[in-house]
């Protein structure tokens, strides 16, 4: 039977682990949107060298993150939704595209909020407008991001 996934429920069924897992709660789940956190690491094994004696998060991580933040929880939901639980469990949600403008930079130990609204969802394709923005509420990046759910 299709149901509508908790953020609790959402964020145990984001597939990615330690050490590539940027999410760290899901603060807000419905048909329409995904609000997720993430704190990162002071001691991830990256800042070493990007960059020495001036860490920063790189931006193909800051995307990863918009897209474990924002567009997996959402299409989870909207599969869950859709499917009973079995069927739903045959999908995997992969990243597929996107379009991101970078603004400012992201610190190690700082915390970022991203922000995931629908655009469209159809043959199991969702894309969405997101922004990430520090915990003190500075812009990140914004742009479109889009998942696809194909077969596991």
């Known amino acids: 039977m299709a149901r509508l996934l908790t953020p609790a429920e959402a964020l145990a069924l984001v597939p990615q682990r330690e050490p590539f897992r940027f999410v760290d709660e899901i603060l807000e789940l419905d048909d329409e949107r995904a ?38 929880p959402l299409a989870l939901r909207l599969t869950h939704r859709d499917l009973d639980d079995a069927e739903a469990a045959k ?14 930079v992201v610190r190690p130990g700082e915390r970022v909020v991203t922000v995931g609204r629908r655009i469209f969802w159809r043959r199991r394709k969702l894309q969405v407008e997101a922004e990430m923005r520090r915990e ?17």
């Open 91 to 104: 999908l995997h949600t992969f990243f597929s595209d996107a379009s991101v403008e970078f603004c400012q």
């Open 136 to 152: 003190d509420g500075v812009l990140v990046c914004s742009g479109r991001l889009a998942g696809l759910g194909v077969p596991a």
């Open 35 to 72: 609000v997720g956190a993430y704190r990162w690491p002071e001691g991830a094994a990256f800042y070493a060298g990007h960059f020495p004696g001036h860490p920063v998060t790189p931006g193909v991580l800051l995307l990863e993150c918009m897209a474990q933040c924002a567009v997996v």
